[in-house]
């Protein structure tokens, strides 16, 4: 069965470390988002790509990066982990389907940042 | 993509309807109206989604209103699985940029 995964699922790192969390989904969809989710705010989108060699930012992006070499694939980096970036993370997909797509989230990574 | 306002928990009796609704008074014409739900622990998981008409499906019925700036979700028969936070949001055909979750509404089902 198609599925989208995450990993690790718990991190703890130290403040001013590069942190990378892996997301690959076998849906082959096009669309890839990344989410945090912190209590009081819901989930709030990061970056988000619609493809191949294709990244957006969304609305939290400022201290994180994305990269899409190929359809399965979209890590988030951190380039130098802040305390505020102690979160919850979720990755999801989709097929491009205007505003009725469906989004497939994974089961998500909990990062401390100490 | 516009907001939407939820009530923060809603409670209903196990094998119950519920009806979880949401206010979305700046909906634009293309704005898709979508519902999806987190489990504890989870990622949040699709419900439904919608654009004019009501739509059903095996999980819950959306109720659009006429004038679009409302919609109500129905769960027919709540179970305790059901037990989750529920989201409403707004998708444009126009881009991602500004989509959110909000804090949703919490709903729990006693037993």
């Keep these: ?114 | 993509d516009a907001k939407t306002t939820q009530p923060n928990s809603m409670e209903s009796n196990e094998e119950e309807p519920v009806h979880l609704p949401c206010n979305h008074s700046t909906i634009s014409g293309t704005d898709y109206i979508h519902w999806y739900r987190q489990l504890p622990s989870q990622g949040p998981e699709y419900v439904i989604h919608g654009l004019t008409s009501n739509v059903n499906n095996r999980m819950a019925s959306l109720a659009i209103a006429e004038d679009r700036k409302s919609s109500t979700l129905i769960l027919h028969r709540a179970t305790l699985r059901d037990a989750a936070v529920y989201y409403c949001i707004l998708r444009n055909s126009g881009g991602y940029q500004k989509v959110t979750f909000g804090t949703g509404t919490k709903l729990q089902v006693i037993p």
């Design chain 1, 1 to 114: 069965d198609a599925e989208i995964t995450q990993s690790p699922r718990h991190k703890i790192t130290e403040t001013g470390r590069q942190v990378t969390l892996a997301c690959h989904q076998t849906w082959n969809h096009n669309n890839m988002f990344w989410y945090r989710q912190d209590l009081g705010h819901g989930l709030r989108l990061i970056h988000y790509s619609y493809g191949v060699q294709d990244t957006n930012k969304g609305e939290v992006s400022d201290g994180y990066s994305v990269s899409r070499s190929n359809t399965e694939d979209l890590p988030l980096t951190l380039e130098s982990a802040a305390s505020s970036q102690t979160s919850v993370y979720f990755c999801a997909s989709s097929n491009p389907r205007g505003g009725g797509d469906e989004q497939f989230f994974g089961p998500g990574t909990r990062l401390t940042v100490l």
